[in-house]
């Protein structure tokens, strides 16, 4: 039996960590599967499968859509239960939920060291397009730095702002505007979330995101305009909101980054991030 939901409430969170714990044991993974559905674009689209075997659940896809272009997908299915096809079921179902909202591609995340995992996107024919590391902040914060641009300031965007954070985005990570929309706006509303816009004089320079879940803070969507760029000014935002969190005792922090992206990769290895485990993206057009 399939169960889709929007939402999960903590019975099926508590289900699927279960499954989670196993898989990860089994496959030696590190990383955790992406349960915060509050910034997908479309919160009535279905984003969790589950399946069900004797009321026991034995295999998830979990679906994260920030933009309409692409939807990412996480999967897990506990190892007496695989080869079943169970996956393929799953998948077949998340596929007829994406295309009724005309998203035309799947991006499989998985990580190296799951060779079932990679077994089974390859048999899709899906092709390898990026890693990603991911980093846990370590060191204490290097203070250097920071005073040597004063005016620098980082601010909590407020939503008088969203107009300007919606074109911040499009400059810098050259988003649609409704895409860009979307996702401000659902970074606006959401709990656990906080949207950061960098000031230096009177111009709005730059953008970082914070996302708090339990006693994890992770920070994504850092970026500069592009004629501040080059400058150093993202060195000094990071420090800027390192020194912000861990003043509110925020000590595990977390952040992502393209392996291609080779001077932010560098940067926070030099702030105190070391790699605690790479994904692996693979993208399959499906419409």
Known sequence: MIKKYSVPNEEIIKE?????????????????????????????MKSLFLLYKDDKLVSLISVFTPTSEEAELSAYTLPEYRRKGYFKSLLSEVIQELKFYNISDIILVCEPQSKEGIEAIKG?????????????????????????????????????DLETIIHLSQEIFHDNYDDAKSLITKTFNSYNRVQYM???????????????ENDEVSIFGLGITPQYQGKGYGQIIMKLLLKKLKSSEKDNITIEVDSSNDRAFKLYKKLGFIVETSFDYYRKRIN
């Open 16 to 44: 699927i960590k279960a499954v989670e714990t196993i898989c990860k044991e089994y496959d030696k993974l590190n990383g955790y599967i992406f349960l915060d559905t509050s910034i997908n674009f479309n919160p009535e």
């Open 124 to 160: 899709l024919k899906a092709e390898l397009e990026f890693t990603e590391y991911f980093l846990r902040y370590k060191d204490s914060l290097i203070e250097t730095g920071i005073e040597q641009l004063p005016e620098i300031m980082l601010e909590k965007a407020k939503q008088k």
């Open 198 to 212: 960098a000031v230096l004089g009177s111009n709005i320079i730059g953008m970082v995101s914070v996302g708090i």
